[in-house]
C-alpha cells in the first residue's frame, strides 16, 4: 500500500458510515447516520457506503441500502464476531487508507466512542464527538445558526464555497454550542449522537440496488491484543428512550416528593405504554440515573408523545425533545419556557394534575 497521504484533500472522495451490528443484528444509528449520510452526500456529488464488520452478516447488509447507502463493505471473520478495538481499528484504517473516503460518520454507542478515538489516532486526523447537527453546504448551515442561536449573522462572513464538514456539538456542559471544521485533513471523522439524526422512510428499491462489496483483508493474531472470551448481558433494566413511542419526564417540580413523583409518571407512563425520563436536574440530583436523562448532555427523544412534568424548558432540555410529535407540559408557573414548545399546556401542581390525567387516560384506553 502506498504512503497514506491525508493532506491531498482531493484525493478523498465519499461518505462512510460505521455501521454497528451486536449480534447479527444491525443497531437503530445506523439507519439515521445511513440518512444522514445521504443528506451529506448529495451536497458533495459522491455516494454513501456502509462498513459492516462481524462474522456471517453480509445477509443483513442490503437493509442498509434501503435508508440510503449506495454501497456496503462487508468484512467477514470469525475474529470480527464480537467488536474489540484492535481488530476493528485495524481493518476500517486500513480501508481509509486504501479507499480515502472525505467524511467518516460513527454512532456515539460505547463501542463508537472507544472506535473512533483510536480510528483518528493512526489516521493522524480529527475527531468531533458527540455531534448533534452536521452540515457540508453553507446555505443550509447559515439557515441552522439563524434558527438555532442568537448569532448576529449580518456581521458574519461565510465562505459560500467551503465544503469541510461542519460538526455542531454541546460545549461548557451543554450551555453553548460549537461547530467545528477539519480543513487540513481527511477524513473527517464525527461520532454522532444516537437519536439526533432523522431516518429516512425504508425504500426497497434502493436497498434491492445496493451494491455488496468484500474487500480483502488482513488480520492475524499478531494483530490482536485481546480476546474476547465470553459475552455476559447485564440483568439490569436498561430504559430506551430513544425508541420509545411516548416518554413522561420530570423536572425539578417534583422536588417536594420526589419519590411520589417518580411514581406518578412511572403510572402515567404505564397507562400510555411508554417510558420514564428525566432533565439534567433529576440526573444531578440522584434522583434518575443518567440512563432516564434527555436534553444535549443527555438523549435525544423523538417519541410521539413527550408529556414534560414539572420541567421549566431549559434550552439544553428543549434541544433534546423538541421535534417530539406531541408536547403536553404540566408546570405551575405559566410563564416556563416550557410551554413555548408544548402543543398542550397545563398550569398546574403536577401533584395534582398528573394523577387527573391518569384516571382520564384509563377511561378513554378503557374504550
Given at each position: ?7 491531498d484533500?482531493a484525493?478523498?472522495?465519499?461518505v462512510w458510515?460505521?455501521c454497528?451490528?451486536?449480534g447479527?443484528k444491525l443497531m ?11 443528506k451529506?452526500a ?12 462481524g ?5 443483513i447488509?442490503?437493509e ?16 470480527l464476531k ?9 481493518l ?9 473516503p472525505?467524511?467518516l460518520l460513527?454512532?456515539a454507542?460505547?463501542?463508537?466512542r472507544d472506535l473512533?478515538?483510536?480510528m483518528a489516532a493512526?489516521?493522524?486526523?480529527g475527531?468531533t ?8 453546504d ?5 439557515e441552522?445558526?439563524r434558527e ?12 459560500m ?5 461542519k460538526m ?6 451543554g ?5 467545528i471544521i477539519c480543513?487540513?485533513f ?7 449522537r444516537?437519536?439526533v439524526?432523522?431516518?429516512?422512510p ?6 434491492d440496488?445496493c451494491i455488496i ?6 488480520l ?9 472470551l465470553e459475552?455476559?448481558k ?5 430504559v ?5 413511542k411516548?416518554v ?5 417540580g417534583?422536588s417536594k416528593?420526589?419519590?411520589?413523583g417518580i411514581?406518578l409518571?412511572?403510572?402515567?407512563a ?6 420514564v ?6 440526573t444531578d440530583a440522584?434522583?434518575l440515573t ?5 436534553g444535549?448532555?443527555g ?9 414534560a ?5 431549559a434550552?439544553?432540555h428543549?434541544?433534546?425533545?423538541q421535534?417530539?410529535?406531541?408536547i403536553i407540559?404540566?408546570?405551575?408557573n ?8 408544548a ?21 378513554v384506553?378503557a374504550?
Open positions: 500500500m502506498a504512503a497514506f497521504n491525508n493532506t484533500l484525493a478523498f472522495r465519499g458510515v460505521f454497528e451490528q451486536r447479527g437503530p444509528t445506523d439507519f439515521e447516520l445511513i440518512s444522514e449520510g445521504r451529506l448529495d451536497e458533495l456529488g459522491t455516494e454513501v457506503c456502509g462498513v459492516l464488520l462474522d456471517g452478516v453480509e445477509g447488509a442490503k442498509l441500502g434501503g435508508y440510503g447507502a449506495d454501497r456496503v463493505y462487508v468484512c467477514e471473520s470469525p475474529r464480537d467488536y474489540t478495538t484492535d481488530a476493528y481499528a485495524k476500517i484504517c486500513d480501508l481509509v487508507m486504501e479507499k480515502k472525505e467524511v460513527i454512532g454507542s460505547n463501542i463508537g473512533g478515538p483510536r493512526r489516521l493522524h486526523t475527531l464527538a458527540d455531534c448533534t447537527h452536521l452540515d457540508v453553507v446555505s443550509k448551515y447559515i441552522f445558526l438555532s442561536s442568537t448569532i448576529d449573522l449580518t456581521t458574519q462572513k461565510f465562505n464555497e467551503d465544503r469541510n464538514l455542531t456539538r454541546p460545549a461548557f456542559g450551555h453553548l454550542m460549537a461547530t480543513p487540513r481527511r477524513p473527517c471523522m464525527s461520532t454522532v444516537p437519536g439524526m432523522k431516518k429516512a425504508f425504500d426497497q428499491a434502493k436497498a440496488a462489496e468484500k474487500p480483502a483483508f488482513s492475524q493474531d499478531s494483530d490482536l491484543r485481546t480476546e474476547v459475552v455476559v447485564a440483568t439490569r433494566q436498561m430506551d428512550l430513544a425508541g420509545a411516548v413522561v419526564s420530570v423536572g425539578r417534583i416528593d420526589v419519590q411520589k411514581a409518571a412511572e403510572e402515567l404505564e397507562v400510555l405504554g411508554g417510558v425520563g428525566g432533565s439534567r436536574a433529576t440522584g434522583w443518567a440512563d432516564y436523562q434527555v444535549q448532555t438523549k435525544t427523544v423523538r417519541p410521539k408523545i413527550y408529556i412534568l414539572g420541567i421549566s424548558g434550552i439544553q428543549i434541544a433534546g425533545m421535534d417530539s410529535e406531541c407540559a404540566v408546570n405551575k405559566d410563564t416556563a419556557p416550557i410551554f413555548e414548545v402543543d398542550y399546556g397545563i398550569a398546574g401542581d403536577l401533584f395534582k394534575v398528573v394523577p387527573l390525567m391518569i384516571e382520564e387516560f384509563r377511561r384506553t374504550k
